[in-house]
């Protein structure tokens, strides 16, 4: 798979990253969520048993007050005239509204009476505010009159009973039973009652008897247990300080997920939080570190790319970095362009080299001609330093000077060294010698910037030159000066059929030609240039140039 | 006829006792329902002002008489009344439950025992004092037997209003007693053929302590 060094760097340092990251928070809140679910199961554990002993106190307070009520004496006196008169329902009528007199009073949903051998007199039950009498041997049958301890339930009630001795010194005359309304209300948690683990009553919302029974079997009497009840899961505790008697048994429950949810949601979104922050920060750590990594070998590979697109070789003026394998590496990079450049412009000079003898042999095969380059190309450069050309421009100039009658190679020698004029045949021969200068040079590379001087030199300002009869600012500045400075040359040299003209009419020539066949401007620059440091050769040969052909023409013919 | 004796007038202006009321005795059938109620209603004042005895003390004959306390709806009807010595009271009990009449009193002490509706007892009182009556089976009740000396003895009209009449010229104490609020006296001088004016008021300070003051 192909990927970018930086992306590389940004995944292997963020992924591990974030994956520590991520596991460490994951642990951490699963302990600390565990811890507070422990926390609050140990808090309600103690709430429960705390409230359990509230219940049973209370219990014990109940039991104190209930022999109190044992010792009523009129109850007693009510007992015993039950006793003297059996058959008598005046009697047990007398004792039961006893009952009903006394429970106005005390508070309690039931009280039912009994006599020494257990066999139920009668009793009264709250309705609200009313009281219905409760009949021994009518309305409740046998077996479901009041035990000592246990449930009751009568009218769609469930009573919670208990109940304590009537006794009149050693004799015992009776039993008398309280009892409660066992409102599941009163408790504020969620609460079972079984007998022998049957299901009773339930105060759990929306859960079947049998799950409830099935639930509750795995669960040890007196222990405490934690069981899951239609998605909920509750810690459940035995009631056991209420001693319920007969089999029967109340279990408490409490709503684990309702209680520690809330503290649980809390933490959760703490430690989304924090992870989510700790990522970020990861994310940003990673990217500034990948920078900080990738930023300088980057630099130094954008570097190489424009090098690549502009072909100029890659050097590193300043360092990029303070890495040392940067350092190096760009060293190294520095390194290798500078020999490239060296070995391409030890080719270059060579090349030039070649050419130049090239282009001295070619001025060496006519004494006439004999050094003509050298001197065109001295000229043509001082001219462009007079018009403050770029020194790169003047390089070309003076390379392109050199050279620029090179094609002359293609040209028989009896043509060029023709001592006389030439016919037209032969002057359009001469014509094409930039043609072949340029078919020579083009195939050689970085030769193209002296193209240009070797082509164009011979068109004029007008348009009336060869090959291709540009005018003006067509013909590349290099060109145009080469073409004057070609011109002087040619003007004062000795040819054979004419002596060279002096510098004063040369240069009176190019002034009259100067808007026609020449650049005016190059005109003025060369004359600047020829006037500061007057050319010895030029000079020299003044005389020569004394016998030339007419301007016109001889300017037409000059090479 | 010689209208000689005492006209007075008790003045009560603030309720002395609480009285319990429970059920009806028509409740009694079974497996009906009985509501509770705490207080009768009506004027309460009226019913403490009936509540007071007045008698004179003082060498006067006693003429004993036959009277009558029930036992209804869980209460003694009349809750007081005023018997000169020697007199008897029958306890006849309405209800359909057993009640059991007694007394501790040292004027007189009985016990009935346990006898049920459409039965009756009567007790004879000869010596005079404040005989208080209670049932065994009901704590609730309870009535008052003033045993008065002689035979001038009468309660207070609802209005507050008594009349002794036939009283032998001389000086005596009348006295006026209510169960909570206990004994009041002043002398009262009866001559011929006049009437003695009494007024007793039988308020309780606002310490709580009783207090009479007598007017002629």
């Known amino acids: 798979m192909i990927m970018r060094f930086s992306t590389r760097a940004f995944l292997s340092s963020f992924l591990p990253f974030a994956f520590l990251l991520t596991a460490s928070f994951w642990l951490i809140q699963h302990s600390v969520l565990s811890t507070v679910r422990e926390g609050l199961r140990a808090s309600l554990r103690e709430t429960h048993a705390s409230v359990a002993r509230v219940q049973s106190r209370s219990n014990i307070h109940n039991n104190r007050f209930l022999r109190i009520l044992g010792e009523n004496a009129t109850l007693k006196a009510g007992l015993q005239l039950v006793a003297v008169e059996p058959d008598s329902s005046a009697a047990r009528l007398t004792l039961i509204d006893q009952l009903s007199e006394l429970s106005g009073t005390l508070g309690f949903d039931l009280l039912a009476i009994s006599d020494a051998n257990d066999k139920p007199i009668g009793g009264v039950i709250r309705n609200g505010s009313k009281w219905t009498h409760l009949d021994g041997g009518g309305s409740v049958p046998q077996h479901a009159w009041p035990g000592e301890q246990g449930f009751l339930p009568i009218e769609g009630r469930t009573f919670q009973l208990t109940s304590i001795p009537v006794n009149l010194g050693d004799e015992n005359l009776g039993r008398l039973t309280v009892g409660e309304v066992f409102d599941f209300a009163e408790f504020s948690s969620p609460t079972v009652l079984s007998r022998d683990g049957k299901l009773v009553q339930s105060s759990i919302p929306n859960v079947q008897a049998a799950e409830l029974e099935a639930a509750l079997r795995v669960c040890a009497p007196t222990a405490e247990c934690e069981v899951r009840l239609a998605g909920t899961s509750y810690l459940s505790l035995p009631v056991e300080t209420i001693s319920l008697g007969d089999g029967y048994l109340l279990r408490s429950f409490q709503d684990v997920d309702a209680a520690t949810g809330p503290v649980q949601n809390i933490l959760a979104k703490v430690f989304l939080i924090a992870g989510a922050g700790a990522l970020l920060a990861a994310l940003i750590l990673s990217a500034f570190s990948t920078r900080t990594i990738v930023q300088p070998l980057a630099s130094v590979v954008r570097h190489l790319r424009e090098s690549e697109d502009t072909h100029v070789l890659p050097e590193f003026s300043e360092l990029p970095s303070s890495i040392p394998e940067i350092r190096e590496l760009t060293t190294g990079f520095n390194r290798a362009a500078a020999s490239i450049r060296e070995g391409r412009m030890f080719l270059q000079r060579a090349y030039i080299g070649f050419v130049g003898s090239l282009a001295s042999a070619l001025d060496a095969r006519d004494r006439y001609t004999s050094g003509h380059s050298h001197r065109v190309s001295q000229m043509a450069t001082a001219t462009a330093r007079e018009m403050d050309l770029p020194e790169n421009e003047i390089e070309n100039i003076r390379i392109g000077a050199l050279l620029h009658d090179i094609g002359k190679i293609g040209i028989p020698d009896a043509i060029l060294q023709k001592p006389a004029a030439l016919t037209k045949a032969e002057f359009d021969l001469i014509k094409e010698h930039p043609a072949i200068g340029r078919r020579i040079l083009e195939p050689v590379g970085g030769f193209e910037d002296y193209l240009p001087i070797v082509e164009l030199h011979h068109e004029n300002w007008d348009g009336t030159g060869y090959p291709h009869g540009l005018r003006g600012d067509q013909v590349p500045i290099g060109a145009r000066i080469v073409h004057v400075v070609d011109a002087y040359d040619a003007i004062t040299t000795d040819r054979p059929y004419r002596p060279g003209k002096s510098h004063a009419e040369a240069v009176e020539l190019l002034k009259r030609f100067a808007g026609t066949q020449f650049d005016s401007l190059a005109v003025e620059a060369f004359l600047n240039s020829a006037t500061g440091h007057q050319n010895s050769s030029v000079q020299n040969l003044a005389a020569a140039i004394e016998s030339s052909v007419p301007v016109t023409e001889n300017v037409e013919h000059t090479t | ?216």
């Not at chain 2, 002490?109 to 009901?138: A, E, I, W």
């Not at chain 2, 035979?151 to 009449?165: E, H, I, R, W, Y």
């Open chain 2, 1 to 216: 006829m010689v209208a000689e004796g005492v006209d007075g007038t008790v003045t009560i202006k603030r309720r002395l006792s609480k009285k319990k009321v429970t059920a009806p005795a028509s409740s009694y059938a079974r497996g009906v329902t009985v509501e509770l109620k705490q207080e009768s209603p009506g004027d309460i004042l009226d019913l403490e002002r009936s509540r007071v005895v007045i008698y004179l003390e003082g060498t006067l004959p006693s003429r004993p008489i036959s009277a009558e306390i029930v036992q209804e709806g869980r209460l003694f009807a009349p809750d007081t009344i005023a018997i000169p010595a020697g007199s008897t009271v029958s306890f006849p009990n309405h209800d359909p439950i057993f009640h059991n009449v007694f007394s501790l009193s040292k004027a007189k002490s009985f016990d009935l025992g346990n006898y049920s509706q459409n039965q009756s007892r009567t007790v004879h009182f000869s010596k005079p004092g404040v005989v208080f009556v209670n049932c065994h089976l009901h704590p609730n009740m309870t009535a008052a037997i003033l045993v008065a000396p002689n035979a001038f003895v009468t309660t207070a009209g609802k209005d507050g209003k008594f009349n002794l009449s036939g009283v032998p010229p001389g000086e005596y104490t009348a006295v006026a007693w209510h169960r909570a609020a206990g004994f009041f006296r002043q002398p009262v001088k009866i001559s011929a053929s006049q009437t003695a004016s009494l007024q007793f008021f039988i308020p309780l300070d606002e310490d709580g302590s009783i207090r009479s003051i007598a007017r002629k």
